[in-house]
C-alpha cells in the first residue's frame, strides 16, 4: 500500500458492481411516495452504489437528533452507476417533512448540464412535497437568482440569513459569487453538503470555491449564543431557575449554555466520483470527519495502489462490470474512416465520439458528417448535388453491414459552442435515437447523462486514466452492456499501454482486428470531403 494513505482510504468497504436490492429491503426504508416514484422511473431494484449508500444516509429519524455524531462519506463508482439517486433520495427523504424553509442540502457539479440533469431528477422525487429546489449555473441574470434563492432582494440583513429554497444545485462559479454578492445568503444551515463528480471539481481551483464554502459552513449556525442575555433580564422562579418563553434561548441564560440544548446539528459531506483521489492535500482540504470510504468495483480488479502502480497514481478507478474495452493501432489517416466503419458493421445505433480539443471534435464533425452524407446520397441518387446541410437522414432499420452498404446516420457535435437549450435539445434528439453519432471533446464530456449510449470511441486516446475512465464510462451504465473502442497511433501505443496496465485496465482490453481494405469502400468519399473542406477553409 502506497506511503501516506489515511487509513479510511486504504481500508474501504468494497461492494461489487453486480450487487442489487429490493426497493423494500431492510436497511433501505423509504417512504411510500418515495416508492411509487422510484416505480414511476422503473426502478426495480437498486443497484451497488444506491445498495450500499442509502442505508448510511437514511438513518431512522431519531439518528437526527445526533447530527454531530453522523460521519462523512467518499464513493467511488463508475461513472453512469445510479450515483445521482444514491443522494437524491436520502435527502429527500430527510428533508421531505420539514417545517421551516432553510437551506439544508447544497449540491456542487462542474458542469451546467450537469446541474440541470440533477435538478430534474430532484424536481422528480420533490413534487408533491413542499420542498423547494434552485439550479443556479448563471443562465439567468443574477438578481433573478438573488430573489429566487433569498427573496425580497435588497432587503435589510437578517440575524441567521433567509432562504427561499431547501436545496441548490449548482456550479462552483456562480455559488461563491453569490456567497460574496447576496445578502442573506446563508450556509449555515446545511445538513448536506454534496460534491459531485468530485476529482473534477477538486483538481480545478474555482476561486478557491471549496475553502470559502467550508468556511461558509463552518460560520456560528447560533448567533444568539455569542450574546449573553445580561443577568437582569433573566426571568427566574420561585426556586431561582430561569424562565424561557418561546422568543428567548435557554443557552443565553446559564453558564454551561449545553445543559439545556444539544451541540449545532454537523453538515454531513458527501462525495461521489469514478476516480477518488488519494493526494493527501486535497484529502485534507476536504475537512473530513470520520470519513466512511465505499468503493463500487469489480473485487477482481487489481488496485492501482499496487506494486508498479503504488509510486506514481493518486487515485483509484473503477470501470463498470459490463463494459468491454478494444484496442485498434491505426494510421493517421484511417482514423475518421474508422469511426464510420465501427458504426456500420458493430451493429452500434447511438456512440459518443471523443477527441482531445474543441477544434479537433468541430473538424472531425464536419468532415465524417460530409462522409457519411456522400455514402448515403449514393444509396439513394449517385448523382445527387452535393450540400453541406443535407445531414438529416433517417436511420435505416438495417443493424450492421459488412462495409459495403452503409446504413444511414444522423451525425451531431456536442460543443460548449452551443447554448444550454441547444444542447439539452441535441441531447434529447440522442437519447430517443434520432442521432446515432455524437462528436464531442473531453471539455463538454461530462455534461453528458444518457443510459442508453452502446458504444464510446475514443478518436484521441487520452493521456490520463481519469479522462479514460470517464469517457468510456458515458457507455455500459446502469447495468446495460456497452464497448468502448480506442483508436490509437502506433508511436502512441506504448505509453497508453502503459496507462492502462498501471491503472489496472491492461487485461481486460481486446485487440480489434481489421484489414486496411475494409476501409476501401469508404475512400472515394473521403477523399472528395477532404477537397470540399479544403475549399471551405480556403475560402
Same mark, same amino acid.
Given at each position: 500500500?502506497?506511503?501516506?494513505?489515511? *487509513?479510511?482510504?486504504?481500508?474501504?468497504?468494497?461492494?461489487?458492481?453486480?450487487?442489487?436490492?429490493?426497493?423494500?429491503?431492510? =436497511?433501505?426504508?423509504?417512504?411510500?411516495?418515495?416508492?411509487?416514484?422510484?416505480?414511476?422511473?422503473?426502478?426495480?431494484?437498486?443497484?451497488?452504489?444506491?445498495?450500499?449508500?442509502?442505508?448510511?444516509?437514511?438513518?431512522?429519524?431519531?439518528? $437526527?437528533? #445526533?447530527?454531530?455524531?453522523?460521519?462523512?462519506?467518499?464513493?467511488?463508482?463508475?461513472?453512469?452507476?445510479?450515483?445521482?439517486?444514491?443522494?437524491?433520495?436520502?435527502?429527500?427523504?430527510?428533508?421531505?417533512?420539514?417545517?421551516?424553509?432553510?437551506?439544508?442540502?447544497?449540491?456542487?457539479?462542474?458542469?451546467?448540464? %450537469?446541474?440541470? *440533469?440533477?435538478?430534474?431528477?430532484?424536481?422528480?422525487?420533490?413534487?408533491?412535497?413542499?420542498?423547494?429546489?434552485?439550479?443556479?449555473?448563471?443562465?439567468?441574470?443574477?438578481?433573478?437568482?438573488?430573489?429566487?434563492?433569498?427573496?425580497?432582494?435588497?432587503?435589510?440583513?437578517? &440575524?441567521?440569513?433567509? !432562504? /427561499?429554497?431547501?436545496?441548490?444545485?449548482?456550479?462552483?462559479?456562480?455559488?461563491?459569487?453569490?456567497?460574496?454578492?447576496? @445578502?442573506?445568503?446563508?450556509?449555515?444551515?446545511?445538513?448536506?453538503?454534496?460534491?459531485?463528480? @468530485?476529482?473534477?471539481?477538486? =483538481?480545478?481551483?474555482?476561486?478557491?470555491?471549496?475553502?470559502?464554502?467550508?468556511?461558509?459552513?463552518?460560520? $456560528? $449556525?447560533?448567533? +444568539?449564543?455569542?450574546?449573553? #442575555?445580561?443577568?437582569?433580564?433573566?426571568?427566574?422562579?420561585?426556586?431561582?431557575?430561569?424562565?424561557?418563553? /418561546?422568543? !428567548?434561548?435557554?443557552?443565553?441564560?446559564? @453558564?454551561?449554555?449545553?445543559?439545556?440544548?444539544?451541540?449545532?446539528?454537523? +453538515?454531513?459531506?458527501?462525495?461521489?466520483?469514478?476516480?477518488?483521489?488519494?493526494?493527501?492535500?486535497?484529502?485534507?482540504?476536504?475537512?473530513?470527519?470520520?470519513?466512511?470510504?465505499?468503493?463500487?468495483?469489480?473485487?477482481?480488479?487489481?488496485?492501482?495502489?499496487?506494486?508498479?502502480?503504488?509510486?506514481?497514481?493518486?487515485?483509484?478507478?473503477?470501470?463498470?462490470?459490463?463494459?468491454?474495452?478494444?484496442? %485498434?493501432?491505426?494510421?493517421?489517416?484511417?482514423?475518421?474512416? %474508422?469511426?464510420?466503419?465501427?458504426?456500420?458493421?458493430?451493429?452500434?445505433?447511438?456512440?459518443?465520439?471523443?477527441?482531445?480539443?474543441?477544434?479537433?471534435?468541430?473538424?472531425?464533425? *464536419?468532415?465524417?458528417?460530409?462522409?457519411?452524407?456522400?455514402?448515403?446520397?449514393?444509396?439513394?441518387?449517385?448523382?445527387?448535388?452535393?450540400?453541406?446541410?443535407?445531414?438529416?437522414?433517417?436511420?435505416?432499420?438495417? $443493424?450492421?453491414?459488412?462495409?459495403?452498404?452503409?446504413?444511414?446516420?444522423?451525425?451531431?457535435?456536442?460543443? !460548449?459552442?452551443?447554448?444550454?437549450?441547444?444542447?439539452?435539445?441535441?441531447?434529447?434528439?440522442?437519447?430517443?435515437?434520432?442521432?446515432?453519432?455524437? &462528436?464531442?471533446?473531453?471539455?463538454?464530456?461530462? =455534461?453528458?447523462?444518457?443510459?442508453?449510449?452502446?458504444?464510446?470511441?475514443?478518436?484521441?486516446?487520452?493521456?490520463?486514466?481519469?479522462?479514460?475512465?470517464?469517457?468510456? =464510462?458515458?457507455?455500459?451504465?446502469?447495468?446495460?452492456?456497452?464497448?468502448?473502442?480506442?483508436?490509437?497511433?502506433?508511436?502512441?501505443?506504448?505509453?497508453?499501454?502503459?496507462?492502462?496496465?498501471? @491503472?489496472?485496465?491492461?487485461? #481486460?482490453?481486446?485487440?480489434? *482486428?481489421?484489414?486496411?481494405?475494409?476501409?476501401?469502400?469508404?475512400?472515394? /468519399?473521403?477523399?472528395?470531403?477532404?477537397?470540399?473542406?479544403?475549399?471551405?477553409?480556403?475560402?
Amino acid at each position: 500500500m502506497a506511503s501516506g494513505i489515511p *487509513q479510511w482510504l486504504a481500508h474501504p468497504q468494497v461492494v461489487p458492481q453486480s450487487t442489487t436490492t429490493e426497493l423494500t429491503a431492510s =436497511g433501505v426504508v423509504l417512504s411510500d411516495d418515495a416508492l411509487a416514484k422510484c416505480q414511476a422511473l422503473g426502478i426495480e431494484k437498486f443497484f451497488a452504489v444506491q445498495a450500499a449508500v442509502m442505508p448510511t444516509l437514511l438513518l431512522p429519524a431519531v439518528h $437526527s437528533l #445526533t447530527r454531530h455524531t453522523l460521519r462523512d462519506v467518499c464513493v467511488s463508482a463508475p461513472t453512469g452507476s445510479g450515483k445521482t439517486l444514491a443522494y437524491v433520495i436520502p435527502i429527500v427523504e430527510k428533508l421531505r417533512l420539514r417545517v421551516v424553509v432553510r437551506l439544508r442540502a447544497l449540491i456542487v457539479l462542474p458542469t451546467r448540464d %450537469l446541474v440541470y *440533469q440533477v435538478k430534474a431528477t430532484l424536481d422528480h422525487f420533490c413534487a408533491d412535497t413542499n420542498l423547494r429546489v434552485a439550479a443556479i449555473t448563471g443562465q439567468t441574470p443574477f438578481p433573478q437568482e438573488q430573489d429566487e434563492l433569498c427573496g425580497l432582494s435588497g432587503s435589510q440583513p437578517l &440575524v441567521g440569513g433567509r !432562504s /427561499a429554497v431547501d436545496i441548490i444545485v449548482c456550479t462552483p462559479g456562480r455559488l461563491i459569487d453569490h456567497l460574496a454578492g447576496t @445578502a442573506n445568503f446563508t450556509l449555515q444551515h446545511l445538513e448536506f453538503l454534496v460534491i459531485d463528480e @468530485a476529482d473534477r471539481l477538486l =483538481g480545478q481551483n474555482y476561486q478557491d470555491w471549496l475553502v470559502k464554502v467550508l468556511d461558509a459552513t463552518e460560520s $456560528s $449556525s447560533s448567533p +444568539m449564543l455569542s450574546q449573553p #442575555t445580561e443577568s437582569s433580564q433573566v426571568t427566574r422562579n420561585a426556586f431561582g431557575m430561569p424562565v424561557h418563553d /418561546a422568543l !428567548s434561548h435557554p443557552a443565553r441564560t446559564v @453558564a454551561n449554555p449545553w445543559l439545556f440544548t444539544r451541540p449545532p446539528p454537523r +453538515m454531513q459531506k458527501l462525495l461521489f466520483s469514478a476516480t477518488l483521489t488519494t493526494d493527501p492535500a486535497q484529502i485534507a482540504s476536504l475537512r473530513l470527519v470520520d470519513p466512511h470510504y465505499i468503493s463500487v468495483r469489480d473485487t477482481e480488479m487489481p488496485t492501482p495502489l499496487a506494486g508498479e502502480a503504488a509510486a506514481t497514481m493518486d487515485e483509484q478507478y473503477t470501470l463498470p462490470p459490463t463494459l468491454t474495452q478494444h484496442l %485498434l493501432t491505426v494510421t493517421a489517416e484511417e482514423k475518421p474512416l %474508422l469511426v464510420l466503419y465501427l458504426l456500420h458493421t458493430r451493429a452500434i445505433r447511438s456512440a459518443l465520439c471523443f477527441t482531445r480539443s474543441v477544434e479537433t471534435a468541430h473538424r472531425l464533425y *464536419q468532415l465524417v458528417a460530409l462522409i457519411n452524407q456522400l455514402l448515403t446520397e449514393r444509396l439513394v441518387a449517385p448523382d445527387a448535388a452535393l450540400s453541406p446541410t443535407a445531414m438529416d437522414l433517417e436511420p435505416s432499420s438495417d $443493424s450492421a453491414t459488412n462495409g459495403q452498404m452503409p446504413r444511414k446516420l444522423v451525425i451531431g457535435e456536442y460543443s !460548449s459552442d452551443l447554448s444550454q437549450k441547444q444542447r439539452t435539445k441535441l441531447l434529447t434528439q440522442f437519447r430517443n435515437g434520432d442521432l446515432q453519432l455524437l &462528436v464531442c471533446s473531453d471539455v463538454i464530456a461530462r =455534461g453528458i447523462d444518457v443510459d442508453t449510449v452502446d458504444a464510446v470511441i475514443n478518436y484521441d486516446a487520452p493521456s490520463h486514466p481519469r479522462n479514460y475512465v470517464h469517457r468510456v =464510462g458515458r457507455t455500459a451504465r446502469a447495468g446495460r452492456p456497452g464497448d468502448a473502442y480506442t483508436l490509437v497511433e502506433l508511436a502512441d501505443s506504448r505509453k497508453f499501454k502503459k496507462m492502462l496496465k498501471m @491503472a489496472g485496465f491492461w487485461d #481486460t482490453v481486446n485487440q480489434f *482486428q481489421y484489414e486496411p481494405t475494409d476501409l476501401d469502400s469508404y475512400q472515394d /468519399a473521403y477523399q472528395s470531403a477532404l477537397e470540399t473542406l479544403r475549399k471551405i477553409y480556403k475560402s
